[in-house]
């Protein structure tokens, strides 16, 4: 034991020597990271002018008009409809990638009750009132015994639009189909646990970056870029609609939300007190979990030079729509394989199939593609794989020429 305990001590005295006070050892006297550890990811909004070509406010008639983005001015056009509670700006990072693989036109849509879209009963989201107003822009835009071709795609919500506005003969230019992670087995197991979902969310937001952190930190949004020019299109603050208040040349369509009236703040009164809860702050970089301390909150909030002064909520109240969620899916898997153009389905994984869609695509009667490593907003989390598919969906049926080179993905069996 001596001899062991004197071999101990000589090795001590090889240990290279402590630095001298007032070097850093790796955490600053506050406690919190410097250098690399300490670098804060940027979630400032970006404009959707950095996407999109230009917008347009198509208007049905005097109270219902709709807001749409457009890229590209030549080709068929692929007209993509977002998912419950988001917006066009969704589809900001796919819209650029596409545009520059395949000659095409896009046009990404702010369904009713959503975006900077503004109409009369902007609550009533039936799959038949949401269908008809895809039509009806559609043939507001391009107006004619032929119209435009027309490609729908649709996530989620919109997904299954796409496939209502398919099957009643909508559009009648239609050209193809692409659905994005929505299968009815699994959307209509999933509503059971939708509204505790949306009671998990936060009801306010301080500022357009809290929002934009918490889509980025809860894993709703994995691309950091997309969700800072998406998150945009979800939120509103005083009644107002920002998805455009970074362009000068863009001011919303419309100033007050119809369905939001009685609960917003308006502009200039007080925030109102909310729990920390309901309240995302900032963090940095190295941690994965939001705060949930009063203290560090009350911190950040002081301290942020770009804390708002009245909080922004969601621009839809999803909860209230529950009664039209069923509507939206069920039997949706059937009138997808009975459409009677070339369809693709993208899903974030395999497991997702339901039966009928299992049989119909062993049966060869829509193509698949699936994308692992995504969330359930799988074209915002992998924009150019998303591209990559559809380019070659489009070019695979000639509807459109490439333009650019793309990564052709082997079609899933």
Same mark, same amino acid.
């Given at each position: 034991m001596a001899l062991n305990k004197q071999a101990l001590l000589k090795n001590t005295s090889r240990l290279p020597p402590m630095p001298p006070r007032g070097v850093p050892t790796g955490r600053p006297s506050n406690g919190k990271p410097h250098g690399f550890g300490a670098r804060k990811r940027d979630f400032t909004p970006l404009p959707w002018s950095n996407y999109f070509d230009s917008f347009e406010d198509v208007a049905l008639n005097s109270d219902d008009i709709f807001r749409v983005y457009k890229k590209g001015s030549e080709g068929p056009v692929v007209f993509f409809l977002h998912g419950g509670g988001h917006s066009a700006l969704s589809w900001a990072l796919l819209a650029q990638q596409l545009s520059g693989m395949v000659k095409c036109r896009v046009v990404a849509m702010d369904m009713r009750g959503h975006g900077?879209?503004?109409t009369s009963h902007?609550?009533?989201?039936?799959?038949d009132t949401l269908a008809n107003d895809i039509g009806a822009v559609i043939a %507001?835009?391009?107006?004619?015994?032929?119209?435009?071709p027309i490609i729908l795609v649709g996530h989620s919500m919109g997904g299954a639009i796409a496939i209502h506005t398919a099957v009643k003969f909508l559009v009648p230019s239609l050209l193809g189909l692409v659905v994005i992670d929505v299968v009815e087995g699994t959307a209509m197991d999933a509503l059971q646990s939708m509204q505790s979902f949306l009671r998990g969310r936060p009801k306010q937001f301080k500022s357009l970056e809290y929002a934009i952190e918490w889509a980025v930190k809860t894993g709703q949004i994995r691309n950091v870029e997309s969700a800072r020019v998406s998150m945009l299109g979800q939120i509103i603050q005083t009644n107002k609609v920002i998805s455009n208040s970074l362009s000068i040349t863009c001011k919303p369509r419309c100033s007050e939300i119809e369905d939001s009236k009685a609960t917003s703040?308006? $502009?200039?009164?007080?925030?109102?007190?909310?729990?920390?809860?309901d309240v995302i702050t900032e963090e940095e970089e190295s941690s994965e979990s939001v705060p949930q301390s009063s203290t560090?909150?009350?911190?950040?909030?002081?301290?942020?030079?770009?804390?708002?002064?009245?909080?922004?909520k969601w621009r839809i109240d999803l909860g209230k729509t529950e009664h039209y969620w069923e509507g939206w899916f069920k039997?949706?898997?059937?009138? /997808?394989?009975?459409c009677n153009v070339p369809k693709m389905l993208i899903l974030a994984g395999v497991d997702r199939l339901d039966k009928d869609l299992t049989i119909g695509q062993m049966q060869g009667k829509f193509q698949m593609q699936v994308l692992p490593q995504c969330g359930h907003a799988v074209h915002e989390d992998q924009p150019h794989k998303v591209a990559d598919a559809l380019a070659t969906f489009i070019t695979r049926h000639k509807f459109a020429e490439a333009i650019? $080179? /793309?990564? %052709?993905p082997s079609p899933c069996c």
């Open positions: 900077d879209t503004c902007s609550e009533d989201l039936s799959a %507001k835009m391009y107006p004619g015994d032929d119209g435009q703040t308006e $502009a200039g009164a007080p925030v109102p007190s909310v729990s920390i809860t560090q909150a009350t911190a950040s909030a002081s301290s942020s030079s770009q804390e708002s002064q009245t909080p922004y039997g949706m898997s059937n009138l /997808f394989l009975s650019g $080179a /793309f990564e %052709k």
